[in-house]
C-alpha cells in the first residue's frame, strides 16, 4: 500500500483536504472538481460499497488497520498518516472521527432511470441546508422510499456536512437532479406519479387523511424552511398535504416532517 507519513503540508496530496472549514474552497475542490470528502471509516466503507473509487485516504496513526481493511481492493489508492495536531492544522477542525476519503463523484443518472422501478420517491425543492438534506437521506433509507430528486437550487446531498449527518445513506439512497418544474412535472405524470407538496394551504388535505388511500406510485415535494414551497411546485402538485399539528404550531422542520410523512405514506405491500 502506498503509506506516506505527513511531514510536509504543502505536498501536492494533501490539497483536497486543506482548508475544510473554508466554504468557498469546499465549493471548489468537491462539486466542480469532480470530489466529495468521505468522513470516518464507516462512511468510507459505504461509498466504496456503493461502488465509488478512492482517490486518496487521511488518517490518524490509530486508524491504519481501517485503512488496510477499507482500501484492500484499491492498494494504487495513497494514504496519508498524521498525529491528530497535524491533520487539525491541514483540515481546519479536529478530526476526531479518524479518517477522510477523497472520492471521485459518480455520474449522475437521468431522471429516469430512477423512476422505472420506485414507488416512492421524494423531492427535495432548494433546500439549501446541508443538515437538513443530509437528515432527509436518513430518513428516506430508514422509511423506505426509493429515490431522491433535488432540484437545481438544492444543496449537494455529496457536501461534506450532508454526507456526515445522513450517516453515509446519501452514498446508498438513488438520487439525481430533476430539471425546472416546466420539464420535471410532465415527466413525472407521464411515469405515473401522483405529486403530494408538503406544504400549508387552504386546500390541503391532511397527513392522515390522504394517506388512508395513498397512491400506488407518490412522489413527496418538500420545500425550504421559511420560504416552503414555489408556486411553480405547489402549481405542479396534484394534492397539498399538511402535517397535523397542535398548540399553535403550524409545522415542523423540513427533516421531522420528512419523517412524519414518510412513515405515514410508506408502501406496505
Known amino acids: 500500500m502506498q503509506i506516506t507519513r505527513i ?97 471521485h463523484r459518480p455520474e449522475l443518472k437521468p431522471v429516469e432511470a430512477l423512476l422505472t422501478n420506485a414507488r416512492r420517491i421524494v423531492i427535495l425543492e432548494d433546500i439549501v441546508d446541508h443538515t437538513n438534506v443530509g437528515a432527509i437521506f436518513r430518513s428516506v433509507a430508514g422509511l423506505g422510499a426509493d429515490a431522491v430528486l433535488i432540484t437545481p437550487r438544492c444543496a449537494d446531498p455529496l457536501y461534506r456536512r450532508s454526507v456526515r449527518v445522513s450517516m453515509g445513506t446519501v452514498l446508498q439512497v438513488p438520487w439525481t437532479r430533476l430539471p425546472q418544474w416546466g420539464v420535471a412535472a410532465p415527466l413525472l405524470h407521464d411515469a405515473g406519479f401522483h405529486l403530494a407538496a408538503l406544504a400549508l394551504a387552504d386546500n390541503a388535505v391532511s397527513l392522515d387523511v390522504f394517506a388512508e388511500a395513498a397512491p400506488e406510485r407518490l412522489a413527496i415535494i418538500l420545500g425550504a424552511e421559511g420560504d416552503g414551497l414555489s408556486q411553480h411546485a405547489l402549481a405542479a402538485a396534484d394534492t397539498v398535504v399538511t402535517i397535523p399539528m397542535l398548540h399553535g404550531v403550524d409545522s415542523l422542520n423540513v427533516a421531522s416532517a420528512s419523517a412524519v410523512a414518510l412513515y405515514a405514506l410508506r408502501s406496505r405491500s
Not at 478512492?54 to 496513526?61: M, N
Open 7 to 103: 511531514t510536509d503540508l504543502s505536498s501536492a496530496g494533501l490539497a483536497d483536504y486543506s482548508r475544510l472549514t473554508d466554504v468557498a474552497l469546499r465549493r471548489v475542490l468537491e462539486p466542480a472538481g469532480g470530489l466529495y470528502i468521505a468522513e470516518s471509516p464507516k462512511v468510507i466503507a459505504r461509498a466504496l460499497n456503493a461502488g465509488h473509487r478512492p482517490r486518496s485516504l487521511l488518517i490518524q496513526e490509530q486508524w491504519m488497520p481501517d485503512a488496510e481493511r477499507l482500501l484492500a481492493d484499491w492498494p494504487e489508492v495513497p494514504i496519508y498518516v498524521g498525529e491528530a495536531s497535524v491533520l487539525e492544522q491541514l483540515t481546519g477542525y479536529n478530526l476526531h472521527r479518524g479518517a477522510l476519503a477523497a472520492m
